[in-house]
C-alpha cells in the first residue's frame, strides 16, 4: 500500500476549536505533506509489517495535531522521535525486540533465497533487532548513543550491532550475485 493511499486511512480527531485555531489544522496538513513519507518509511523499516506501520503513522500525526514544537527544524526530529518510540513499543509489545545472543554469525542472519531481490527484501529478512538498530544507524543517522538510549543497551553492543547487521547484508548480496 502506497503512502498516498494510507492518506485516505488516517483521521485527524476533528475538534471544535475557536476560529484562531484553525490554522493548527493546516499546519498539521502542511506538516503531513512534508513527512508522512519519511514517518511512514521508518515505521515500516523497523517493523516490517504494513498494516502495523499505517497505525504508527497515524498516531504519530494524531500525536503531533496535540503538540508538535514550534522551531521548524524540531518538527522533522520530534515526528521521527515518536515514531521510533511507538514502533520500538510495539516491537516490545509483540516481543519481538529481544536482543539476539551475542554469538550470532552474521553470515546465518539472512535466511538464502533462489529468487532475485533487492536490498530492501534482504533488510526485512534481518532479525528484528539487527535490522531496527541498522535503519536507525545507517538510514536514518543517527549515533550509536542515541540508538543505545532508544533501546536501552549499551552504546558498544549498538556497534557491534551495526557491524554484524552490515556484514549479514553484505553477505546475501554478495551470495546474490554469485548465484547470478
Known sequence: MSVLSLQTNVEVKQETVPHRSISKTVLLENLWQRHARQVYTLALRLLADVNEAEAITAEVFQRAYQGVPDQAGEERQFLLAVTIDRALAWLRQQQRLLIPDKSDDPAEATAPSPYPVDLETHLLRLP????????LHDVMGLRHEEIATYLR???????RVVHRA?????????????DA
Open 128 to 135: 528484528d533487532y539487527w535490522r531496527v538498530v541498522f535503519v
Open 153 to 159: 543497551t549499551e552504546e558498544a553492543y549498538v556497534r
Open 166 to 178: 552490515r556484514l549479514a547484508l553484505r553477505n546475501a548480496l554478495h551470495e546474490r550475485k554469485q
